[in-house]
């Protein structure tokens, strides 16, 4: 694709020998001429530094809002869903890997203006458009632009993301965004710098500038991988920082894993693990726990955190009935953490 056909990127800085410092994530790539960085869709051409996923999605689909997972973002509604090639990130157990570690060249995108984005949500009345499959970190510029066009019109924006952005960077990519739900993949750097290649206090300072930063409702979910980060002194961890560092009204999903990409010799993540981890989290004092990727109603259904009683019940990603009571319990009143 010819430069002038693409979208010069924000964040980045010339260096020496012609190279160029990527400075949207804290893997600050330094790329030289022809060449792209680790997400395989920002690119140095004559010592500029081009976005060439902006403008190019590799499909759209219309989703349940549980399904990003978001439980307590207008629950029940749809959501139109897209990414692009590449990521930002090198997870060994990815389970979207023939889109996150794919080039441009070998998927399926097209050409999408902002405007296009906006209209497609608009003619399939979704209140909402999501940012994900891989890492919509990446293509930063063209969320900016889709989200303010979005905002004027009435329609949420929705980030799923692992949360590893520069600082500077996510205040510009996050300034119109209304939602998001952030992979805490794992609790240990160890985990994150071999199963990932990335950093695990880069995503701890995300989630804590979210919630002190912004208003941006956010969820975290942890995929649960058998003996890579499911035991039970990691899980209590994780509980114990979100609880001193985010509070308790952060809803909390532990997902199933499954083999895929270059993790294909583990098992399927045990039921019994997630409804154990969940029981964890909610007996530390997490007020919203759910466990993701099997049939388990209870697990996925919102309770009253005073009262117990079941108001937003869930099978899979299908609402069997919700019954808040303008964002309270019917039954006591307390009025229930998040967006409805």
């Known amino acids: 694709m010819k430069a ?21 994530c804290p893997r600050y790539c330094k790329i030289g001429e022809g060449q792209p960085g680790f997400c395989f869709i920002r690119q140095n051409y004559h010592g500029k530094l081009y976005s ?125 965004i209304d939602a998001a739900n952030v992979d805490l993949k794992g609790f240990t750097e160890k985990f994150y710098f071999k199963l990932t290649f990335s950093h695990l206090n880069d995503i701890l300072d995300t989630l804590v500038w979210l919630k002190k930063e912004t208003d941006v409702w956010f969820e975290i979910t942890t995929l649960l991988i058998p003996d890579e980060n499911d035991s039970p002194e990691e899980l209590k961890q994780e509980c114990n920082w979100i609880l001193n560092n985010l509070g308790d009204d952060i809803p909390l999903h532990f997902t199933a894993f499954h083999p895929d990409f270059k993790m294909t010799n583990k098992i399927v993540t045990p039921e019994e693990t997630l409804s ?34 079941a108001l937003i019940k869930r099978d899979w990603h299908s609402v069997i009935f919700n019954k808040l009571n303008n964002g309270k319990c019917y039954k006591c009143g307390l009025e229930i953490d998040g967006r409805f």
């Open 4 to 24: 002038e056909k693409l979208r010069i990127a924000s964040w980045w800085e010339t260096v020496d020998n012609g190279k160029v410092l990527c400075t949207l």
């Open 52 to 176: 060439i996923g902006y403008g190019r999605p590799t499909g759209f689909a219309i989703d349940p809002i549980e399904k990003k997972p978001l439980n307590h973002f207008y629950p029940g509604s749809s959501i139109l869903s897209f990414g692009t090639a590449g990521c930002n990130l090198g997870c060994r157990f990815c389970q979207n890997w023939s889109i996150s570690k794919a080039k441009l060249d070998d998927s399926n995108s097209f050409y999408a203006s902002p405007e296009d984005v906006v209209n497609i949500a608009k003619k399939y009345n979704a209140p909402s458009i999501a940012f994900t499959y891989n890492d919509p970190t990446i293509f930063g510029e063209y969320i900016i632009d889709i989200s303010k066009i979005a905002r004027e019109e009435g329609i949420k924006t929705v980030m799923v993301t692992a949360g590893y952005i520069d600082k500077n960077a996510r205040k510009d990519v996050y300034k119109f």
């Open 276 to 309: 154990t981890a969940r029981e964890t989290a909610l007996s530390m004092g997490i007020k919203y726990c759910y466990i993701g990727n099997v049939h388990n109603s209870e697990g996925q259904t919102t309770y009253c955190p005073n009262c117990k009683t």
